[in-house]
């Protein structure tokens, strides 16, 4: 594959975010560098990326697609509060998990898990407690 300035541009943007960035995060930064590019050039250049397995694309985000620069063997919990997305890594049994009336050989699983972040359940938590949570006096 051809390789362009920009598309080396959005694998280095990748290789360091850690919040697994949708199409649209991603084309914000870059176009900071690349002010003429367009979001399709962009998105194109992720859809290649994914194909060529460089990336992951993530779809456990009901609002977006979200895009992986960490394509080894992880599972992910998203907040459905913020939509934060962090990475589990563990192995889950697929022989107990799958059913015996199911007569596949399962061989590889994926998990996604939904949940609330520790930082929303906080703020959450704040807003109920908040007539005795008045923070200490100087
Ligand atoms: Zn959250
Ligand atoms: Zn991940």
Redesign the pocket.
């Known amino acids: 594959m051809k390789t362009t300035p920009q598309r080396t541009e959005i694998a280095r943007f990748l290789k360091r975010a850690r919040n697994h960035p949708s199409a649209l995060e991603i084309y914000g930064r870059i176009s900071q560098k690349f002010p003429n590019m367009s979001f399709a050039t962009v998105y194109n250049n992720l859809k290649m990326l994914a194909e060529k397995g460089r990336i992951k694309t993530l779809d456990l985000d009901p609002q977006k697609t979200r895009f992986d620069p960490d394509v080894s063997k992880h599972h992910h919990i998203i ?6 997305i962090e990475d589990i890594r563990r192995k889950y049994r697929i022989k107990t998990a799958v059913p015996k009336k199911c007569r596949y050989t399962a061989l590889s699983n994926t998990v996604h898990f939904y949940g ?6 906080k ?1 959450s938590g704040r807003r109920r407690t908040k007539k005795t949570a008045g923070g200490k006096n100087k």
């Open positions: 907040c459905l509060k913020c939509g934060k609330i972040c520790a930082g929303c359940k703020k």
